[in-house]
């Protein structure tokens, strides 16, 4: 398995603009996770999925922010319209269990965001 | 929070020497884990703990657990240059309905060559 996939790694865009970021996961994973890394928060959990199916999205900051799942193998997290604060480093993870008790959650690259 | 808080924030040592960091959490859990990550990349899964386990070896890790001190700690022995990363606890909470991870703000440790 080539690990989770994530596109793009990088995106600068335009305050205003929609960003879309994709996530493949694991095969046979069941647990999709949703990240945000940055210096002044760190990494702060937006949203997690299980079998597709969205379980807690309490961490989404605002209404800007979307998830969805629409099959096991694909997850897009969408902004709409960007705003500069939004810029971070984006990560996917999935996981066999909710709490990774099997082989923990295995991330991907990330997606760096940056909005001017 | 759930969050646990690893501790030094910063931690530079020569090679060769060991690394010790510290995490400690808030409230009861079923597991611990830690992570790696190298500068621009994911996290990287290094080592489970259970909560009824105290001790916990792969490798140059060792992992340690004390839930009467909500605290675990990672020490790598014989470090190398490329063990510089930064490094997270996270510990297990129920949020939503299910269960999930928390991330704890991390140790960068910098092994000099």
């Known amino acids: 398995d080539a690990g989770v996939i994530q596109s793009p790694r990088h995106e600068v865009t335009e305050m205003g603009q929609e960003v879309t970021l994709r996530c493949k996961p694991i095969s046979g994973h069941d647990y999709l996770f949703w990240y945000r890394q940055t210096m002044m928060r760190g990494l702060e959990l937006l949203i997690y999925f299980n079998n597709n199916v969205p379980i807690d999205d309490s961490g989404m900051p605002e209404d800007r922010f979307s998830a969805k799942m629409p099959n096991a193998s694909f997850s897009t997290l969408k902004i709409q319209p960007s705003e500069p604060r939004d810029s971070a480093v984006y990560f996917c993870a999935s996981s066999l269990t909710g709490t990774g008790s099997y082989g923990g959650y295995t991330f991907g690259s990330g997606t760096r965001l940056t909005v001017v | 929070s759930q969050q646990g808080e690893e501790d030094p924030q910063a931690l530079s040592i020569q090679e060769g020497e060991n690394a010790t960091m510290n995490c400690s959490y808030k409230t009861s859990i079923n597991n611990l884990q830690w992570y790696r990550q190298n500068s621009g990349r994911g996290l990287v899964h290094l080592i489970l703990?259970?909560?009824?386990?105290r001790e916990k070896h792969s490798g140059r890790l060792r992992v340690t657990l004390d839930t009467s001190k909500k605290s675990s700690s990672l020490l790598i022995t014989a470090s190398r240059a490329a063990d510089t990363a930064s490094y997270f606890c996270a510990t297990d909470g129920r949020s939503g309905g299910g269960n999930q991870f928390y991330f704890g703000t991390g140790t960068s440790l910098t092994v000099i060559p």
């Open positions: 703990i259970r909560s009824n386990e």
